[in-house]
Nanobody, 126 residues
Framework: QVQLLESGGGLVQPGGSLRLTCAFSGGTFRNYVVGWFRQAPGKEREFVGSSWRNGASTRYAVPVKGRFTISRDNAKNTEYLQMSDLTPEDTAVYYC???????????????????WGQGTQVTVSS
């Protein structure tokens, strides 16, 4: 029933910014942990960040800490990933995932999420 749809990816120059959107439907948004992951060609899906407690709490992976910010618009059942100071190493397909039962220690593990969007490509290049 839960469906997720990412959007907002594209081509951006190093040092630039981009905002990704994860649209949530089919469940009660505030009750779900939402995680952001990325996957570059030939690499494993990598944790980026996550939010819980209706977005009041967030955590971030070390490579993006201080550059990426998670927020949400509850009226629109939408979560955002604001990315700034982008580098070529940020190039990947970005995914949002959701789960209603994840504890904090499981949020960085992609295999723990029950629902996923289709991904949106982010390319950082001159």
């Amino acid at each position: 029933q839960v469906q997720l749809l990412e959007s907002g990816g594209g081509l951006v120059q190093p040092g630039g910014s981009l905002r990704l959107t994860c649209a949530f439907s089919g469940g009660t948004f505030r009750n779900y942990v939402v995680g952001w992951f990325r996957q570059a060609p030939g690499k494993e899906r990598e944790f980026v960040g996550s939010s819980w407690r209706n977005g009041a709490s967030t955590r971030y992976a070390v490579p993006v800490k201080g550059r990426f910010t998670i927020s949400r618009d509850n009226a629109k059942n939408t979560e955002y990933l604001q990315m700034s100071d982008l580098t070529p190493e940020d190039t990947a397909v970005y995914y949002c995932g959701a789960d209603s039962r994840l504890i904090l220690s499981s949020q960085a593990m992609a295999e723990q999420y029950d629902y996923w969007g289709q991904g949106t490509q982010v390319t950082v290049s001159s």
